[in-house]
């Protein structure tokens, strides 16, 4: 679509150009002004591609609208028709900017080899523009992703050589979206915009796998829980796909977005303990523990949680939570606090092979002979300290069953690989391979099976003369523009320039 204003104080040469223009080929959206002035109001409030005006009319004439619109809008294209064939007026048309000059009365065929001129210089410009903004996103998602899951400051170093890393400072929240299958490599080109459209706010979109994709908002002062479940109830609508989000915690500084991710890794894990909840929050979770409202219920329930995933981390977390609680508290009574503390030693006895090796009773009794709160919170953490033992002992189990998942990763990279027939392999649950194969391998199951494919993508585009659509297919992607892409946003280059071995990296020139 192109905008174009005609400035004429005459309306009948305003509808002769109208006329005129209706004979191009290419849609318009048309705008009329009676003289500069006017002109220059609707230059201010609508977006004009092309101006084609007059030189003699009053209040403000031709050259000097001309001079006055170049100086607000660079590139804007403008077109003077006059009836004097008078080159002074050329020339000081063009040292304003002016694009072309048509005498009156206009000839059609001069008429129209002008306006394809000047519109096509506008094309070539919006072309121009649109490969370089293209060529910027796809560097951004270049070094983002590289950035996430490496840390690494020589990253950064070289990603300040080629973009404004201020754009990633300008970040305060992100949502994590996942589903169970292998989604986000079918989605069409323009789900972005789709999800931009919905909720009337930009962000950055950044796809991580075919079951990931991040989404980083700028806003400092906003509810992103609220916005997750606006956009969450979008997908439901939308997609028949079952869809998890993670919100994570308000941030200052492109520093902490490894640490980022993380925490959304860790916290989209609480779906396979929670299956019909689909917006899990850790802010949700920060703000109420800080205020003291959390329920001895809820914090047991996560307790649990943390010791079927095995999750020593949260587990401390939550009973440091615990601890501070009834450490300052002396409202309750002393059978009561035992009771709190005795079944946070039960559910370490839900392991059935930590219950094997101690015997249950006895650390009650324990427990429940103790004279104080210290003494109570004592036997407790001697408690968890042997569990978290019992784990380190347990742990060459979780390698080996860690190990069957990726050999089996190896052999069948090509087929449709998700994480619950993995676990079924290994007799697992989904949750519990879900958190020993990041702590066994540093990376979650999607990250690790997109990176092995990449690899013998990598192998195969050197070592073979299959084409792209082969490859594509025989790593295990669906789509090939889908593997294209992550291809490109893996490795900063395509598959087929990767193979020509010229690598025509953006990610190593400004060109």
């Known amino acids: 679509m192109m905008n174009v204003l005609i400035v004429d104080d005459e309306k009948i040469e305003r509808e002769g150009i109208k006329y005129l223009l209706s004979m191009e080929k290419g849609k318009r959206s048309l705008y009329e002004a009676a003289n500069g002035k006017q002109a220059l109001q609707i230059l201010r409030t609508e977006s004009i591609d092309l101006l084609l005006t007059d030189i003699k009319m009053p209040h403000m004439d031709g050259l000097e609208l001309s001079r006055r619109a170049k100086e607000l809008f660079p590139d804007i294209q403008i077109v003077i028709f006059s009836g004097y064939n008078d080159f002074t007026f050329a020339q000081e048309a063009i040292r304003y900017g002016v694009t072309d000059y048509i005498l009156k009365p206009v000839d059609p065929d001069n008429f129209h080899e002008t306006i394809q001129r000047a519109e096509k210089s506008i094309y070539d410009r919006r072309e121009q523009e649109s490969q370089e903004r293209r060529k910027q996103n796809f560097l951004q998602q270049y070094f983002l992703q590289n950035y996430l899951y490496s840390g690494k400051k020589e990253i950064l170093e070289k990603a300040q050589e080629l973009i404004d890393l201020e754009k990633w400072n300008g970040w305060h929240c992100a949502v994590l979206i996942e589903t169970n299958v292998a989604f986000f490599d079918t989605s069409e080109e323009d789900f972005p915009e789709e999800l931009q459209k919905e909720l009337r706010r930009m962000f950055f979109y950044?796809?991580?796998n075919e079951r990931q994709s991040l989404l980083f908002f700028q806003?400092?002062?906003?509810?992103?829980?609220?916005?997750?479940?606006?956009?969450?109830?979008?997908?439901?609508?939308?997609?028949?796909?079952?869809?998890y989000l993670a919100v994570s915690r308000k941030f200052d500084g492109y520093e902490c977005l490894p640490e980022i991710l993380s925490q959304l890794e860790q916290q989209m894990e609480e779906k396979f303990y929670n299956p019909d909840k689909h917006i899990f929050s850790c802010e949700e979770e920060h703000l109420k523990m800080t205020a003291g409202e959390v329920q001895d219920s809820q914090l047991m329930q996560m307790i649990s949680e943390d010791i079927s995933?095995?999750?020593?981390?949260?587990?401390?977390?939550?009973?440091d939570c615990l601890k501070e609680?009834?450490?300052?508290?002396?409202?309750f009574s002393a059978m009561y606090i035992k009771f709190v503390f005795s079944n946070v030693i039960q559910e370490l006895f839900q392991e059935n092979r930590f219950a094997d090796e101690h015997r249950l009773e006895k650390e009650i009794d324990r427990l429940y002979s103790c004279g104080n709160i210290v003494e109570i919170l004592g036997v407790t953490e001697e408690n968890?300290?042997?569990?978290?033992k019992f784990l380190e002992r347990s742990m060459q189990e979780?390698?080996?069953e860690v190990s069957a998942v990726k050999n089996y990763i190896y052999q069948?990279?090509?087929?449709?690989?998700?994480?619950?027939?993995?676990?079924e392999k290994?007799?697992?649950?989904?949750g519990y391979l879900s958190f020993i194969f990041k702590k066994e391998t540093g990376m979650n199951l999607n990250r690790f099976i997109k990176v092995f494919r990449m690899e013998k993508a990598k192998e195969l585009l050197c070592g073979t003369n299959m084409k792209v659509a082969q490859v594509s297919e025989k790593v295990g992607f669906a789509n090939v523009s889908y593997f294209c892409r992550s291809f490109r946003e893996y490795y900063g280059s395509s598959p087929e320039s990767y193979r020509k071995g010229t690598e025509e990296d953006e990610t190593s020139s400004g060109s």
């Not at 995933?309 to 009973?319: A, G, P, S, T, V």
């Not at 609680?325 to 409202?331: E, G, L, V």
């Open 206 to 208: 950044l796809n991580l």
């Open 309 to 319: 995933r095995k999750d020593m981390d949260q587990l401390w977390k939550h009973f």
């Open 384 to 388: 968890i300290r042997e569990y978290e």
């Open 398 to 400: 979780s390698r080996n």
């Open 412 to 423: 069948h990279y090509g087929e449709d690989l998700n994480l619950e027939m993995l676990a």
């Open 325 to 331: 609680k009834y450490s300052r508290n002396t409202q």
């Open 426 to 430: 290994v007799y697992l649950s989904s």
């Open 219 to 243: 806003d400092v002062y906003c509810d992103y829980v609220l916005v997750a479940n606006h956009l969450y109830t979008f997908l439901k609508r939308n997609y028949m796909v079952r869809f």
